[in-house]
C-alpha cells in the first residue's frame, strides 16, 4: 500500500513536471506599443498643421530674402557735398526769423539743386530752410521723402499713388527693417512698388512689390504668428507659440527613439499593405529629417523667449534741445574746411556743444568724424570714440539698470570701428559704421553705438550671444555659409521639405 502511495506521488510529481512553467509576459514592447507609439500619435496630429505651417514658410524665406527678392537700381544715397558759397542765411538767422528758441539737431540736404537746413524742432517735427533765402519749403518732409524714393527707385517719371507717415512696424514693414519714423511712398507702377525712406539718415528702409508683398503677408500669418497678436495680444502668441513647439521637439524626440531604436517592438509592415508603405516612408523621412526638426524647433523657440520683451532698439536714440543762442560761434566762423566736409550737425557730450564735422570719404573707406566745440572752436581729442563711450554710458543708465555701474570708461575693454556686418553684429541691424564697445561686466557686455545719428544699434551680452548663435547655426543654417547662400538656402530648404512631408504622410496614416 505504501508502494502504492509513493508510485502516484512519483506520477503526480512527474506529470507536474511536464507542464511548461509560467513566464511574466515582457513588458516593454507592450508598454511602448500603449504609451510612447499612442503619446507619439497625439502629440503628432496636435502639431502637425503648426508644423506644415512653419515648413511652408520656411520655404518662402529664401524665395523672399534671397532668390525672388525685387532688386533696386540704388541702396545706398549718395548725398551731395555742401556749398558754403549757399548758406547765406545763418542758422542762427533762422531761428530768430521763424521764432525758434530751440532745437533738437540740424544738418544739411539738398532737393533739386537747393540746399536746406534740415532742422529737428522740439516736437521732433522736421523742417526745411533754404540756406541761401532762409524761405521755409512747405511739407519740405514729404518732399524729401519723395525725392530719396525717387533717387533708389531711379525712377523719375512714376506716379505717386500715396505717401504716408510710419510710425509702427506692421506687415509689409517689419521690425527687421529697424527705421523709424519711417516714409512710405507707393508708385503708380506694374510692379506696385512701395519704398520706405527714413529721412533723417538718407537711408532706405525696405522696398516691396506685389510679388514682396504676398510673400510678406504669408511668412507674417503663417510664421509669425500674427493673427494671433492680431485677436488677442504678443504675450499669448509667443506663449502659443513656445507651447507648440516644445510638443514638436517632444514629437521629434519620440519619434526617433520609436523609429530609431525601438523599431523592432512594432509590427513590420508588408509591401503588399498601403498603409505599411506610408508607414515605411514615415519613418525613413522621419528618421532623416528627425535631427533638424528638433534642431529647427529648439531654436525657434529659444529665439521666440527674447520676444516677451519689448525691444526699444528703434527709439534708443540720445536727443539734446540745443538753445540757438548758445552756439557762440556760427558756422561760417567755426574754421571748417568745408572742400573736405560732408555734412555736420549737433551733439552735446557732458553739458558741452559740439559741431559733428563728418568728412567726406573714398568707397569703401570710413569717413573721419571731427568734433569741434560751438563755444571755444576747440576740437575734441579723439572725439568720435569719446563720444561713442559717452552714449553707451547713457544708454545704460536709462535702458538697462543692470548696467548702470559698470558700463564705464575706465570698464572698457575694447573698442573699434566696424564698417561691415559681423556674426555678432549681423545686417539685421542695418546701421553702419558703428562703433563697437566691448565691457569688462559678469556678461561681457559689448554696445554698438551709430555716433552721426546718436544711437544705439544694438547691445549684446552672454545671453543674447547664445540666443543668437542658436539661431544662427540651427535655425538658419549659417554653419553652411562656407559654401555660399545659394546651397545654404538650398539645403535649409530640403531639410524644410524632408519635415513637410513626414508630417503629412503621418497625418495620412492617422487618417487612414
Known sequence: MA???????????????KKPLKRKPKRSP??????????HKIIGIITVIPVIFWTLSGLLHPLMGHWLKPSIPNRVFISKPIKKSKIDVSLNDIAL?????????????????????????????????????????????????????????DDQESTIK?????????????????????????????DNMDIYVETVSDRLGAFNNTTQKSFLWAFSMLHNWSFLEMISNNWIRVSVILLVLSIISLSALSGLIIYGFMWKFFKKPTKENKK???????????????FVTFTFAFSGAYHATKKYEPNLLPTAEKETSFQVTDLKIPLKEAKIDWETTKNISLVEIKNEIYYQVIKKNKKDQIPQIIYKNAQTGKILDNGNMEYAAYLA??????????????????NIIETKILSKFSREYSFVFKRLPVIQIDYDTPQKATFFLETTTSRLASKIENGDRREGFSFAFLHKFFLMDFAGKNIRDTIMSLSALGVLVVSLFGLALFIK
Do not use: C
Open 3 to 17: 508502494h502504492s502511495t509513493h508510485f502516484k506521488s512519483e506520477k503526480a510529481v512527474s506529470k507536474n513536471l
Open 30 to 39: 507592450s508598454f511602448l506599443k500603449k504609451n510612447i507609439y499612442s503619446w
Open 97 to 153: 526769423q521763424n521764432n525758434i528758441s530751440s532745437i533738437k539737431n540740424f544738418r544739411f540736404v539738398n532737393i533739386d539743386e537747393k540746399q536746406y537746413y534740415q532742422i529737428k524742432d522740439n516736437q521732433k517735427q522736421l523742417l526745411y530752410f533754404d540756406t541761401q533765402t532762409g524761405k521755409k519749403l512747405k511739407n519740405g518732409d514729404k518732399i524729401y521723402a519723395e525725392h530719396l524714393a525717387r533717387y533708389f527707385l
Open 393 to 410: 554710458s547713457y544708454f545704460a543708465d536709462k535702458m538697462y539698470p543692470h548696467l548702470k555701474a559698470q558700463v564705464k570708461k575706465d
Open 162 to 190: 500715396n505717401i504716408n507717415s510710419i510710425e509702427k512696424f506692421e506687415t509689409e514693414y517689419r521690425f527687421i527693417n529697424r527705421l523709424l519714423p519711417a516714409w512710405k511712398i507707393s508708385f503708380e507702377r506694374s
Open 276 to 290: 505599411g508603405i506610408l508607414k515605411r516612408y514615415h519613418r525613413q523621412i522621419g528618421l532623416a529629417t528627425a
